[in-house]
């Protein structure tokens, strides 16, 4: 019987063991998917303190080998689970994962090169798996394709092949000079032949990039917009020069994790037949929970996210006065920073029962946001893909969304002449563009209900499966493999 082709999917989060963010649920869902398009596909990620322990009870251990760094030389244990169909692999050093936190650590140049040779160095101890495309995940495994084109390489790896997905172009993992040699083991011409020097700085980003067979992000539209100055982040004149190696797949989201009907989560669950009064009473039950007026008739928008920059918050917060003079609910669910948490708590001591702030990551409450929301807010400056957008419309939730990245390639905005589109959306990051869409959306809900529910039917009709985005992997993976 032919072998099936194997992948090593690697990332520094994934549903259920750990998520922060749009990351955790790709890395949970899409080895599943990729999986059902005949591949045999490991997940690969570190032991983190932080998992639940129903899960790390059940890890075996596979084996452990000493890891060179520089001058370190670190334990790194493998153990492993098999869950819904995939095995997965915990990449184990309790020094560097055994934490509070997942980011944003001193030593985190440190964490993230050690994961990355990890992901390189466990192979040639699997006794059963060898793979022929290591498949990687932002920066925190960038520089796993990096070291697979470097003199570390053994030789019986030279052949695999390297993908490298970039979930947020904005986190590179650039950091001094110092690190080329001490920690990376390279000497500055081989860290400069591997892509990893930009001017003074190591970018570890920038290494994928040059290093890796293919290049993918998680929208089509976003990876045009890489390739130009402005969302290029410093690189769009290397992503032009790998044109021919770039592609954009949209991301899907899990249609059972994200599933009204059988969401555990809801106040009450719901589908099409019941929708309107059930969307009813999931509004008219959170309202009373968050302290905002209780009437499922105001239109309660939602902003889930976290609170930075990227997300548009800035637009936001520019027209909120003037926003929530219209006779609307926000709720908002998120954590980030501190100038936005800030300012939109104080809006919610001003407006108590029109507006609701919960500065918290609850993964419970969001589905909750999700069902009894009637829009969603995304004006986000940029947006690899987001996933926010995809989830609300599940829950018959309608986008508002700035064009850009994923949303643009999500969300078919309302035409009101032909009554087409699953959501609401404005080009230019300007706050009063946001303003007059959500003014527009508003008017729909109250004046044309009829209109509006049928942009509630296409918007719980649009397909977010994974099945036409894996796929596309097995497409990227047939080339590369010949
Ligand atoms: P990101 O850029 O943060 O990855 P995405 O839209 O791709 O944005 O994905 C965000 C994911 O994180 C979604 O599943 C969303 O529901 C979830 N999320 C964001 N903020 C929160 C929060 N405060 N509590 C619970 N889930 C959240």
Redesign the pocket.
């Known amino acids: 019987m032919k072998k099936k082709p194997r992948v090593l999917f690697a990332s520094f989060e994934a549903e259920p063991f750990l ?1 922060t ?3 955790g ?1 790709v890395a949970g869902s899409l080895p599943k998917a990729i999986k059902a398009q005949g591949y045999e596909i490991r997940l690969i990620m570190p032991k983190f303190g932080t998992i639940p322990e129903k899960y790390k009870s059940r890890m075996k251990h596979v084996c452990d080998f000493t890891l060179d760094l520089g001058w370190r030389h670190q334990y790194c244990g493998i153990e492993t689970l098999k869950t819904q169909g995939v095995t997965c692999y915990f990449v184990d050093n309790e020094y560097y994962f055994n934490r509070e936190g997942t980011y944003g650590y001193l030593d985190d140049s440190e964490r993230i090169a050690f994961f990355s040779k990890a992901i390189m160095d466990c192979i040639p101890h699997l006794p059963d798996f060898d793979p022929d495309i290591v498949h990687c995940n932002d920066w925190h495994t960038a520089l796993t394709p990096v070291y697979m084109r470097s003199h570390y390489c053994p030789e019986e790896l030279r052949n695999v092949k390297t993908v490298f997905t970039i ?2 172009l904005k986190f590179q993992g650039i950091y001094s000079k110092w690190c080329i040699g001490d920690l990376l083991g390279f000497s500055e011409d081989e860290a400069g032949y591997l892509g990893l020097l930009e001017g003074d700085t190591v970018n570890y980003m920038r290494g994928a990039i040059c290093m890796a067979d293919r290049i993918t992000t998680v929208s089509p539209t976003y990876a045009d917009e890489i390739c130009g100055q402005f969302y290029g982040e410093g690189l769009g004149y290397i992503f032009l020069n790998r044109r021919d190696v770039l592609s954009g797949i949209l991301n899907g989201i899990d249609n059972n994790r994200y599933n009204p009907a059988e969401d555990a989560n809801l106040y009450e669950k719901f589908d099409m037949d019941n929708f309107i009064e059930s969307k009813k009473k999931n509004k008219e039950a959170f309202q009373a929970e968050l302290g905002l007026e209780v009437n499922g008739d105001k239109p309660l928008m939602v902003i ?3 609170l930075t920059e ?1 997300k548009g918050l800035d637009l936001v917060l520019w027209i909120l006065g003037e926003l929530m003079s219209q006779d609307v609910q926000l709720a908002v ?3 980030g920073d501190k100038k936005y948490e800030d300012s939109l708590r104080s809006m919610a001591g001003y407006l108590p029962n029109k507006v609701s702030v919960s500065l ?4 419970p ?2 589905h909750k946001f999700y069902a009894a929301a009637d829009m969603i807010l995304v004006p986000s400056l940029f947006e690899p ?4 957008q995809m ?1 609300a419309m599940r829950y018959g939730t309608l986008p508002v969304v700035r064009e850009t990245g994923g949303l643009k390639d999500s969300v078919k905005p309302y035409n009101k002449y032909t009554g087409e589109g699953n959501g609401f959306a404005f080009a230019n990051y300007n706050a009063h563009e946001l303003l007059f869409t959500l003014k527009d959306a508003i008017n729909l809900y109250y004046n044309s209900p009829v209109e509006w529910n049928n942009l509630v039917n296409n918007a719980v009709a649009t397909n977010f499966s994974w099945d036409a985005s894996a796929e596309k992997y097995s497409d990227l993976y047939k080339g590369l493999l010949g």
């Open positions: 998520k963010g749009g990351l649920d979930h947020n889930i996210s976290r990227q669910l998120g954590v918290t990551f609850s993964e409450l969001s893909c987001g996933l926010t989830i």
